[in-house]
């Protein structure tokens, strides 16, 4: 189906049924948009899809946590907050998960899929979308991180750029606040790029353990529909290791250039931290993208000199996900750069996890709306747990740009580092952001009426 053939002027098209999709359109609806959904399912199964309802959770039951002083707890409550038809099921179809919030999944499914079909304003077609709207019409497209290969190569046209990317190759993401800077030390190979990286240094008795226990390290074996082939700037570390013991040494563990200002010498081997964002609360290891589990990548890492407090905000990850780099080509308002009318929602926007994506699902869908109405696009304060996510997947560095959850790391500082350790306690500073994020998402409400316009 092309939906370039439908009278699209008071329209909404959104591509895509999946959580994202399916809260872009209930939110453009409950706004009184006439909204057209296609989703492929059942006619064409994706390799992970089952089923042709929508909101079909593909991986685990579980939305995760329900904690009310963390970022993805935050995340759920601000959707509440807005009213979230995907939070809103979620609640209704959990089940027993201790402090996560998880849900019988066929009922979810069916309970989204029948409140979409029988939405007044909604159009649900079960039939594939192989090109983006043309320019000129208002469309979200959601179409998640196995979207089709000409779908694809529809958005790169239409974005006017191979940033498109396959394959997430993530490495783990650390708090701040659990890296020793006793130990830890700031400096460029040959003093080049001031003093961007924190350096973590090795004796080679440590580089010793570390490497047996990479070696020895459990991994995760890859679905039988992800025939992965590693490009060689971008290989996991453990597979690096695999070619020999020096061989990281001569890569992203290489030492040289670097002097350790306790010793005055050069170490073994080095793991730099590279920053995440403007307000140096987060590091990413370089070169230390991996599929080993996320256990052993707690217990491994952790044995890197000045990471054995480290608090992880993201553990790595390779897996088959089609993403766009955001930061390049998308607005604060999810719209695509080079056509406005165009509307980028859900994991293809670089984000992860089943609320995250319903998150940026909503945005878009409540952004289309406005659009449609004649009003002004309404982007999140940065404060709040929705606006830390659009400002990482549109601000972030675009050369190191990869998807990520919902956590405190991606959020502006309530209280100053002093030597690289916050004094205020986690548990404060927690809720420190977390009544801020509420706060500024209240007056945010209100000042551009969010929920003014949904129908009665």
């Not at 399912?41 to 329900?66: D, F, W, Y």
């Not at 490495?171 to 973590?200: H, Q, T, W």
């Not at 972030?396 to 990869?402: H, R, Y």
């Not at 952001?433 to 009665?456: F, H, P």
Request: one cysteine or more; charged letters at 25%; hydrophobic letters at 40%.
């Amino acid at each position: 189906m092309n939906p370039a053939s439908e009278n699209t002027e008071k329209k909404l098209i959104v591509v895509g049924g999946g959580l994202a999709g399916s809260e872009a359109a209930w939110q453009a609806a409950e706004r009184g948009v006439d909204v057209t959904l296609y989703e492929m399912r059942p006619h064409k199964l994706t390799p992970a899809h089952e089923t042709g309802q929508l909101a079909e959770l593909v991986c685990s039951n579980s939305l995760g946590s329900l904690k009310a002083i963390s970022a993805p707890g935050l995340l759920k409550e601000e959707m509440r907050r807005l009213g979230s038809l995907i939070i809103r099921t979620a609640e209704a179809c959990a089940v027993p998960a201790g402090g996560a919030l998880a849900v019988d999944r066929d009922r979810f499914a069916k309970n989204i899929s029948e409140c979409i079909k029988k939405h007044p304003r909604i159009t649900v077609l079960h039939e594939e979308v192989k090109e983006i709207p043309p320019d000129g019409t208002i469309a979200v497209v959601s179409s998640g991180p196995l979207t089709s290969e000409a779908l694809t190569e529809s958005l790169k046209a239409a974005a006017q750029t191979e940033h498109l990317y396959f394959y997430d190759a993530i490495s783990p993401i650390l708090e701040a606040d659990g890296i020793d800077m006793e130990i830890v030390f700031r400096a460029s190979r040959y003093g080049k790029g001031g003093d961007d990286y924190l350096n973590c240094p090795m004796n080679e008795a440590e580089y010793d353990r570390f490497y047996e226990a990479l070696m020895a390290g459990e991994r995760v074996e890859a679905k039988s529909f992800e025939k992965i082939k590693y490009f060689e700037g971008c290989l996991p570390i453990e597979v690096l290791a695999e070619r020999g013991k020096k061989t990281p040494l001569f890569g992203p563990m290489k030492p040289v250039g670097l002097v350790d200002p306790r010793t005055g010498e050069q170490p073994f081997a080095v793991v730099q931290l590279r920053a995440e964002n403007r307000f140096g609360t987060a590091y990413s290891l370089v070169g230390f993208q991996t599929k080993m589990t996320w256990p052993e990548q707690r217990r491994i890492f952790k044995m890197i000199p000045g990471l054995e407090d480290a608090n992880f905000l993201r553990l790595g990850s390779l897996h088959r996900n089609t993403f766009l780099n955001s930061p390049r080509i998308l607005s604060e308002s999810l719209q695509l750069r080079t056509q406005p009318g165009l509307f980028l929602a859900g994991q293809i926007v670089g984000v992860e996890g089943y609320v995250e994506s319903a998150s940026m699902g909503y945005l878009a869908g409540m952004n289309a709306a406005r659009l449609l109405s004649g009003k002004t696009t309404a982007v999140p304060p940065e404060n709040t747990a929705h606006g830390a996510l659009i400002q990482y997947i549109t601000k972030s560095n675009p050369t190191f740009f990869q998807p990520i959850n919902s956590n405190f790391g991606l959020f502006p500082p309530v209280a100053p580092m002093i030597k690289g350790r916050y004094k205020m306690k986690k548990t404060e500073r927690y809720q420190k952001i977390v009544e801020r994020a509420l706060d500024e998402l209240s007056l945010w409400i209100t000042q551009y009426g969010i929920l003014n316009d949904i129908s009665k």
